[in-house]
């Protein structure tokens, strides 16, 4: 924001670069005016001009060089079509949790905010925030109202600086669902003889595929059972 005392009857008229910002409050007609500059790639500087006019017809004229330092621009790397996270299953340990990391912070000092959108669609299991917190690991939770939902991962990068300037990155993730089968079949059943067994719970049948696994070894012997 840049201001010039009021006088009253006095008009007044701001200058800058062409191009290079953004009126986001008061106006460049009035004694204040707030900007937001455009994206720098290296420290540059910006002159701003006002001129006064009195009523009088007198003018003055004041000018200031501001220098725009480069906002981060953090670069988000990790998997972006997930299954959600499901820790095990039928005795069966997955816990699938992802990792997810800034691959180009601007320096050792910059501080980190990293939040899920909506807060509802995953948890984080270690810290996300505080310096130098580059890397998060996330659980993200199973959708309820599709098979497939897509949610935003945002890291908000603090650079340690004068200005302490900032800049924000979404990433889309696709959450999936996880397919939850129930064997349906006898528990006990005779050698040689053909065994029937189905996976029931397939809510998503018609786009999953299955394998089976049977144990082969060691062979039976008569009144043995195998799971």
């Given at each position: 924001?840049?201001?010039?005392?009021?006088?009253?009857?006095?008009?007044?008229?701001?200058?800058?670069?062409?191009?290079?910002?953004?009126?986001?409050?008061?106006?460049?007609?009035?004694?204040t005016v707030t900007v937001r500059w455009n994206q720098v790639a290296t420290p540059t500087v910006r002159a701003v001009t006002v001129l006064e006019t009195t009523q009088?017809?007198?003018?003055?004229?004041?000018?200031?060089?501001?220098?725009?330092?480069?906002?981060?621009?953090?670069?988000?790397?990790?998997?972006?079509?997930?299954?959600?996270?499901?820790?095990?299953?039928?005795?069966?340990?997955?816990?699938?949790?992802?990792?997810?990391?800034?691959?180009?912070?601007?320096?050792?000092?910059?501080?980190?905010?990293?939040?899920?959108?909506?807060?509802?669609?995953?948890?984080?299991?270690?810290?996300?925030?505080?310096?130098?917190?580059?890397?998060?690991?996330?659980?993200?939770?199973?959708?309820?109202?599709?098979?497939?939902?897509?949610?935003?991962?945002?890291?908000?990068?603090?650079?340690?600086?004068?200005?302490?300037?900032?800049?924000?990155?979404?990433?889309?993730?696709?959450?999936?669902?996880?397919?939850?089968?129930?064997?349906?079949?006898?528990?006990?059943?005779?050698?040689?003889?053909?065994?029937?067994?189905?996976?029931?719970?397939?809510?998503?049948?018609?786009?999953?595929?299955?394998?089976?696994?049977?144990?082969?070894?060691?062979?039976?012997?008569?009144?043995?059972?195998?799971?």
């Amino acid at each position: 924001t840049y201001s010039t005392p009021f006088q009253s009857g006095d008009t007044y008229q701001w200058t800058l670069p062409a191009g290079t910002f953004q009126v986001t409050g008061g106006s460049l007609t009035g004694n204040t005016v707030t900007v937001r500059w455009n994206q720098v790639a290296t420290p540059t500087v910006r002159a701003v001009t006002v001129l006064e006019t009195t009523q009088n017809g007198c003018t003055g004229t004041a000018s200031v060089n501001v220098t725009v330092n480069p906002a981060p621009t953090p670069n988000i790397s990790g998997n972006t079509n997930v299954c959600a996270y499901i820790g095990a299953y039928d005795g069966i340990t997955t816990n699938n949790t992802q990792t997810y990391t800034v691959t180009n912070p601007v320096n050792a000092g910059s501080s980190f905010q990293w939040s899920i959108v909506p807060s509802s669609a995953g948890v984080f299991t270690g810290a996300s925030s505080g310096v130098g917190v580059t890397t998060v690991t996330i659980q993200w939770n199973e959708p309820t109202t599709a098979s497939t939902i897509t949610n935003v991962l945002r890291v908000v990068e603090t650079a340690n600086g004068v200005p302490t300037c900032s800049g924000q990155t979404d990433l889309n993730v696709t959450v999936n669902w996880n397919p939850k089968p129930v064997i349906s079949g006898a528990r006990v059943w005779c050698d040689n003889t053909p065994y029937v067994a189905n996976s029931t719970n397939a809510a998503q049948s018609g786009f999953a595929t299955y394998s089976v696994t049977v144990p082969t070894t060691p062979p039976l012997t008569g009144g043995q059972v195998r799971n």
